[in-house]
């Protein structure tokens, strides 16, 4: 199978916040963060604490949410000059063959940790925070059918 293909930035930026979203320590933190600015708010309302701790738990969740929203994507989408080339990926029984006009890759599917799929990428992991992703705009469905058949025969999840 091969698939040519190039990035379109507000994509990209989507697909690594899904990346973030997938991360089990990002999670935890969410889910702290927002338990604490919620006990916080019910605690100011029944007049137990002052504004203070409610105010501090809504800038760090602020924060926290324009930090994984925002600014991180963005300055990764800034630093990786991957995400400006043009690429043509070749998938096989053996493994994923990846060139461009600077040079090409080789990775067989033992290399592959696990993968997910968001709504325009299909995320392929070498490990919990190196990875790669191959977009789906130019696939026909027949394609994205047999990408998906083959990624859940050769990398378990």
Not at 105 to 132: A, C, G, M, R, V
Request: aromatic share 18%; proline share 4%.
């Amino acid at each position: 199978m091969q698939h040519a293909f190039s990035y379109d930035k507000k994509k990209v930026i989507q697909a690594l916040r899904y990346h973030f979203v997938q991360r089990p320590e990002l999670r935890i933190l969410i889910v702290l963060v927002n338990v604490f600015a919620i006990v916080a708010a019910i605690l100011f309302y029944t007049k137990k604490i002052r504004p203070e701790p409610f105010l501090l738990g809504s800038i760090i969740w602020l924060i926290l949410m324009a930090t994984f929203w925002y600014f991180l994507p963005n300055s990764i989408y800034k630093r990786a000059a991957t995400f400006k080339d043009h690429f043509t990926i070749y998938l096989n029984d053996e493994g994923v063959h990846l060139e461009n006009e600077r040079g090409a890759s080789q990775w067989n599917w033992k290399q592959f940790t696990h993968y997910f799929e968001s709504p325009h990428f299909i995320h392929l992991y070498f490990d919990s925070k190196s990875f790669f992703i191959v977009p789906k705009d130019g696939m026909t469905e027949e394609m994205k059918h047999e990408l998906r058949g083959l990624l859940k025969l050769r990398i378990k999840r």
